[in-house]
C-alpha cells in the first residue's frame, strides 16, 4: 500500500484520546477530535464520506514486527513511535473496489471519482475512511 502524509506539520499526539462522530450533522459528514504532539485538540472533518473502518489495532495483520498493509514503519522502530501523520492512499484497492460495486448497481453513478482513502493511526486503533475531502481546525469547545 502506498500512502502520503497529508499535512506534514501535524502529527498525531501517542495517545489522542480520540473521539468519533459519524454522521451527527446529516450531511454526510463523519467528525474526529483527538490531540496532537503539542496535546493540542483538533478536529477532522470527512466530508462527504461513503465508507469507514474501525479496526482494534490488536486485529490487523501482524508479521516480524510490522503490521501487514498497514501505514509506514521506519526500520528499527515500532509501529506506534513511527505512524503519527493522517495519510492518504494512493490508487486504493478499497476505492476500487466500491467503485466497482456502486457501477454495478448504477452504470451513471460518477460521485466515487471525487473519493479519496484517507488512514489515521490512532494508538489502539486504525481508522480507514472513503470521502471526497478532509478539513483540519484547531477544536474550540
Request: proline share 1%; net charge negative.
Given at each position: ?5 497529508v499535512?506534514?506539520d ?52 501482524y ?79
Open positions: 500500500m502506498k500512502t502520503k502524509i499535512f506534514k501535524f502529527q498525531i499526539h501517542n495517545v489522542p484520546m480520540e473521539t468519533i462522530l459519524v454522521d451527527e450533522s446529516g450531511k454526510f459528514e463523519c467528525c474526529i477530535m483527538l490531540d496532537d504532539i503539542n496535546e493540542k485538540r483538533w478536529k477532522i472533518v470527512f466530508k462527504a464520506y461513503q465508507a469507514l473502518k474501525l479496526t482494534a489495532v490488536d486485529c490487523v495483520e508479521e516480524e514486527g510490522y503490521f501487514k498493509n498497514f501505514c509506514y514503519q521506519k526500520e528499527g522502530e515500532s509501529f506506534l513511535s513511527s505512524c503519527r501523520y493522517i495519510l492518504e492512499v494512493i490508487d486504493s484497492e478499497w476505492i476500487n473496489e466500491l467503485k466497482e460495486n456502486l457501477l454495478k448497481n448504477d452504470t451513471e453513478a460518477n460521485f466515487m471519482d471525487k473519493a479519496r482513502h484517507f488512514v489515521l493511526p490512532l494508538y489502539d486503533y486504525h481508522i480507514e475512511i472513503i470521502a471526497w475531502d478532509l478539513e483540519l481546525t484547531e477544536y474550540k469547545e
